[in-house]
Structure formats: structure tokens, C-alpha cells
């Protein structure tokens, strides 16, 4: 069953839902936390994530999706997000999933779409004893990167604290913040198995980042699927369509 919920993470209220299995309350079940990327919400793009949590109900595991402070419905202004902000949201959230009765304790895994892969490989390597699998679609690993060329591109001034990307206002304070996190060495301690799922025309993100955190960070632990021409959001009914079977393979094997 499909369901509204919130949590509160340092006075700011999350909105988000989950989708619990029939019989849930008789036997806890396995369960999967979805993170969504940067301007993303707990939708994200052609209703993905939804889908997702769908097709998992339906093979018996329950899912949950958040919109981070700031984005989608939740409390808070875009303009004050970080990536230490999101950390502690996906660390908060993760308990909340962990202490639920009808959820395995050890049973909890996350999923992340570009930013949102950034937080999941983070938060699974801060907390790996908590984190059963990790899935990465699109994973950008390289944010930091990203976030700096971002700055390079729009000459901030010195006394300049915000700029316009795409109607939302991105403030200093993420450059500051995202300089000191190194995305695949906080996701390193994680000692569980991956799935890297990325598009082979990612213009965001290229492809070569989920080669990245097999070769340097989770080994032969890990599973790169590449979607041949998909582009950084697998914007496409085919696309998509392998991507929730390769999520739901990994999660029910």
C-alpha cells in the first residue's frame, strides 16, 4: 500500500511516502530507501522512482522516498541546500526505516539517482553496517567536480550568494560544503554488494564515473550495467523499463 508520511530532521519536516507489501505486519520485510538527484524530487523524472517503488511492492519489499529539505514538498528553501544537509537527511531517514517493526533490520537498502547516488554511496560508507545492498543509477560520484565547473561557469562575485539554475537558487554555501567531501573515499568502508546502472550518452554525468567506483572503490563487490545511448536520467520507456528490472533483479536475488 501506497502512503503518505513525513519525518522531522532538525525542525524541518520531510514529506515523502512509502509503499508497504501485504503482510508486512506479520513478517517484517526487506526494504529499499530511494535518494533523488539535484533539483529532483521524490518522483524524479517520467515518475521513476514511483515506478520503482511499484515494481518492488509488488515482489514483496517496501520503499520509501523522501524529497531532501528544500526540495519537492518538504520544508525548507532550495537556495540553503548541501550535501552535507542531504547526508543527514539520508542518515535520518535511514533510521527512522530501520527502527520501523514491520521492516528487517538487516534488510535495508538504498538507492540513489545522481546527486542522490553521491548521498547513498556516502551515507552506505559512514554507516556500512547498517546498509544491507547499494544500487547507484547514474551515480555522480564526481559531484564535487561537477559543483566546481558549475562555479567556474558562472563567475560568482565576491559578495555574490546565490545563482539562477534553472528557475532554482543554488547557494555558495553548497561550493563551500561540497569542496571538503570526496565522494568515492566516503563511500569506500561500504562492504556490501553494488549495482551501477548508467547510460552510455550521460551528457550530466559520463558513464565512465560508475566504471570509477567499480575500479577504485568497490571491486568485484560491484556490478556495472550500462544502457546503451540512455541518456542521464534513462529518459525513455525502454530505458526505464530495464532499469526497474535490473533494480528488481538485484533486490530479489
Request: aromatic residues 12%; proline residues 5%.
Given at each position: 500500500m501506497q502512503q503518505a508520511i513525513t519525518l522531522n530532521v532538525d525542525g524541518l519536516t520531510l514529506r515523502g511516502m512509502e509503499h508497504i507489501p501485504d503482510g508486512a505486519e506479520q513478517k517484517p520485510m526487506p526494504a529499499v530507501v530511494l535518494f533523488h538527484?539535484?533539483?529532483?524530487?521524490?518522483?524524479?523524472?517520467?515518475?521513476?522512482f514511483l515506478k520503482i517503488s511499484r515494481a518492488l511492492e509488488a515482489r514483496g519489499i517496501a520503499s520509501f522516498r523522501f524529497d531532501f529539505?528544500?526540495?519537492g514538498e518538504s520544508d525548507g528553501n532550495f537556495e540553503e541546500m548541501t550535501a552535507s544537509g542531504e547526508i543527514r537527511d539520508a542518515k535520518a531517514i535511514l533510521a527512522m526505516v530501520k527502527a520501523d517493526a514491520r521492516i528487517q533490520t538487516d534488510g535495508v537498502s538504498?538507492?540513489?539517482l545522481s546527486m542522490g547516488g553521491f548521498v547513498a554511496g556516502i551515507t552506505a560508507g559512514d554507516l556500512p553496517d547498517d546498509v544491507h545492498r547499494l544500487v547507484l543509477l547514474a551515480s555522480a560520484g564526481n559531484f564535487r567536480e561537477i559543483v566546481q565547473f558549475r562555479m567556474q561557469q558562472t563567475e560568482l562575485a565576491p559578495d555574490q550568494l546565490y545563482f539562477d539554475e534553472s528557475g532554482n537558487l543554488v547557494g555558495?554555501?553548497?561550493?563551500?560544503?561540497?569542496?571538503?567531501?570526496?565522494?568515492?573515499?566516503?563511500?569506500?568502508?561500504?562492504?556490501?554488494?553494488v549495482l551501477l546502472i548508467h547510460g552510455?550518452?550521460?551528457?550530466?554525468?559520463?558513464?565512465?564515473?560508475?566504471?570509477?567506483?567499480?575500479?577504485e572503490v568497490y571491486g568485484e563487490r560491484a556490478t556495472v550495467h550500462l544502457i546503451e545511448g540512455a541518456d542521464h536520467t534513462f529518459n525513455s520507456h525502454a530505458w526505464e523499463s530495464e532499469v526497474i528490472a535490473r533494480v528488481v533483479d538485484?533486490?530479489?536475488s
Open positions: 538527484g539535484y533539483t529532483g524530487t521524490k518522483l524524479e523524472p517520467h515518475r521513476i529539505a528544500g526540495s538504498l538507492l540513489g555558495r554555501q553548497l561550493y563551500e560544503d561540497v569542496l571538503g567531501i570526496d565522494g568515492f573515499a566516503r563511500a569506500k568502508p561500504f562492504q556490501g554488494d552510455t550518452n550521460d551528457e550530466a554525468v559520463p558513464y565512465q564515473v560508475s566504471l570509477k567506483y567499480r575500479d538485484f533486490m530479489t
